[in-house]
Each structure stands twice: as C-alpha cells, then as structure tokens.
C-alpha cells in the first residue's frame, strides 16, 4: 500500500469548534489551549480571538480577555458582540463609565438582541443608575422572555434591590424556562432562601453543585443555608469552605501556647471535612418533581 503520510493537522475551524464544545462543559483550560492553537495557525481568526476573551473573560482573567477583544475589535469594530463583552470586562475591573459606553454602543448597533441589552443593565446598575438598569435588563426579558441569561441577571437585580415578591416571579418564569440551568438553579434558590424556605433553597444548592461542585455561589448559598438554620452551624460551614477564615483562625490561636499546634491541624484537615460534608449532602437530596 502506498504510505499516506501523517494525518493533517485539524483547521483553525475545526479547534474553534472543539474548544467552544470544551468551554460549555466547563473545561475552560483545554477551550484556551484549542483556541491558542488556532490562532497560531491564523492569528487573525475572529472566532478564535472573540471565543479566547469570553474564555478569559469566565475565568476572571480580565486583561488577558481585553487584549484579545481590542485586538478583534480592530478587525471588527462595528461587531455588537466584541462591544459587550469588552462591556464585561470593564465590568469585571470596576470601570462602569466604560462598560456602559461599550454596552450602548452594542445596543446601538443591535437594539433587537436581548443579551446587549441585559449587559447594559448590568452595566447601568454597577454605576448607580438602577431606573435605567430595570428598564434595560427588562427589556432584554422582554426580547428573549425564555432566555436563562436575561431572566437570572433580572432576578438577582431585583432580589438586590429586595424586591423579592418581584423577583419570585421572574425566578418562576426562569424556572419553567430553564429549570436545568446553573444560573436558574441558583436564583431559585436565593429566592426561596429569603421566603424563608431553607429547605427548598438546600435542594437548589445541592442540584446546582452537583452540576460543579466547587462553584463558590453555590457553596455561598449551602452555607447561607446552613446559617439560617442555626448561626453556630453556619459559621461551621463557613471556617470549612473558607481558606482565607482557617488562616485567620491559625492566626487567632498563635498566642496560647503549645495549642496553637490545634489551628494547622484543623488548617490542613478542613478542606477534607468540608468535601466530606459536601459529599454527605449531595447523597441526602431528594428534589421535587415540579422544581
């Protein structure tokens, strides 16, 4: 047989495409390593460049991300898509003046797309305007009323603002709309935290981290829990799934002498205990049929 020589390198297309599958079940560090490899074929693939700064972008990494979008921006300045997620971006470092003239002009250039206009009511709210964050994020609800994105970040505007009979209602929609949804997961759970039903709230928190079980907001919400139920067991789960309190607590105990020995122990041990206690309350739940 003839040798057919070694097998061609997959096209820049084709790593997009892996790395975007990557990126959506959360594997964010193989999505970057594709889009990395793609764009070192073609440095100029959009795709590659607006994929890599949302990727950046998700993890917090968010001047990594700005590089990556300034560069797409130039090829493609007019694009609704590069804009708003620059908007994020200056979100996520805490320049909202930027954000929102970023997301305005993505609304601008697309006034019928529902996700620019949920990001510049994020962008309106970090900056005060709450009037003109309702009318935005409400707006977008109202383009895609079935759309997770639009109805969670609706929701937690108005749990924020502690409008929470508002809210139930927007945690319902999104519930019938996207009941498998992390996000959805977790506003339906604040939501009926602050109703007052723990339990329920629990359930939401459990679904939620069996889908990623080190998320820091669902953990947030299983400890709020826990300390609705009880204070002392709260701040239990709190030292737990806390570096940064196991450390205060080391700190705390280096002053009684040969106990502060206790302090490392427990430093050390904690994050087992907290993965056991995690593990302990995945098994119990039991969700509703109807939630």
């Given at each position: 047989?003839?040798?057919?020589?070694?097998?061609?390198?997959?096209s820049?297309?084709?790593?997009?495409?892996?790395?975007?599958?990557?990126?959506?079940?959360?594997?964010?560090?193989?999505?970057?390593?594709?889009?990395?490899?793609?764009?070192?074929?073609r440095?100029?693939?959009?795709?590659?460049?607006?994929?890599?700064?949302?990727?950046?972008l998700?993890?917090?990494?968010?001047?990594p991300?700005?590089?990556?979008?300034?560069?797409?921006?130039?090829?493609?300045?007019?694009?609704?898509?590069?804009?708003?997620?620059?908007?994020l971006?200056?979100?996520?470092?805490?320049?909202?003046?930027l954000?929102?003239?970023?997301?305005?002009?993505?609304?601008?250039?697309?006034?019928?797309?529902?996700?620019?206009h949920?990001?510049?009511?994020?962008?309106?709210?970090?900056?005060g305007?709450?009037?003109?964050?309702?009318?935005?994020?409400?707006?977008?609800?109202?383009?895609?009323?079935?759309?997770?994105?639009?109805?969670?970040?609706?929701?937690?505007?108005?749990?924020?603002?502690k409008?929470?009979?508002?809210?139930?209602?927007?945690?319902?929609?999104?519930?019938?709309?996207?009941p498998?949804?992390?996000?959805?997961?977790?506003?339906?759970?604040?939501?009926?935290?602050?109703?007052?039903?723990?339990?329920?709230?629990?359930?939401?928190?459990?679904?939620?981290?069996?889908?990623?079980?080190?998320?820091?907001?669902?953990?947030?919400?299983?400890?709020?829990?826990?300390?609705?139920?009880?204070?002392l067991?709260?701040l239990?789960?709190?030292?737990n799934?806390s570096?940064?309190?196991?450390?205060?607590?080391?700190?705390?105990?280096?002053p009684?002498?040969p106990?502060?020995?206790?302090?490392?122990?427990?430093?050390?041990?904690?994050?087992?205990?907290f993965?056991?206690?995690?593990?302990h309350?995945l098994?119990?739940?039991?969700?509703?049929?109807?939630?």
């Amino acid at each position: 047989m003839p040798d057919e020589g070694p097998p061609s390198a997959p096209s820049p297309d084709a790593l997009v495409f892996q790395a975007v599958t990557f990126r959506a079940a959360g594997a964010d560090a193989k999505a970057i390593d594709l889009l990395k490899q793609a764009l070192a074929v073609r440095p100029d693939h959009l795709n590659a460049q607006i994929q890599l700064g949302a990727t950046y972008l998700d993890q917090g990494k968010t001047w990594p991300a700005l590089d990556v979008l300034n560069g797409a921006a130039r090829q493609a300045p007019e694009s609704d898509i590069i804009l708003r997620l620059k908007a994020l971006c200056h979100l996520q470092r805490n320049a909202p003046l930027l954000a929102v003239e970023e997301a305005r002009q993505a609304v601008r250039i697309d006034p019928n797309d529902a996700i620019n206009h949920t990001v510049l009511g994020r962008t309106l709210r970090q900056r005060g305007d709450f009037v003109g964050a309702e009318a935005a994020l409400r707006r977008g609800v109202e383009l895609a009323p079935r759309s997770a994105y639009t109805l969670v970040h609706l929701g937690y505007f108005l749990v924020n603002r502690k409008r929470i009979k508002d809210a139930v209602v927007v945690a319902d929609d999104a519930g019938r709309a996207a009941p498998d949804d992390f996000g959805v997961m977790l506003l339906r759970g604040d939501v009926a935290l602050r109703l007052g039903r723990a339990d329920e709230a629990r359930d939401f928190a459990l679904w939620a981290l069996s889908q990623r079980a080190t998320n820091r907001d669902a953990i947030r919400l299983l400890v709020s829990v826990k300390a609705h139920k009880s204070w002392l067991l709260g701040l239990w789960w709190r030292l737990n799934s806390s570096l940064v309190l196991r450390l205060l607590l080391v700190a705390a105990m280096l002053p009684l002498g040969p106990l502060w020995i206790i302090a490392p122990i427990y430093l050390i041990a904690g994050r087992i205990i907290f993965a056991r206690m995690l593990e302990h309350e995945l098994r119990s739940v039991r969700l509703k049929p109807d939630f």
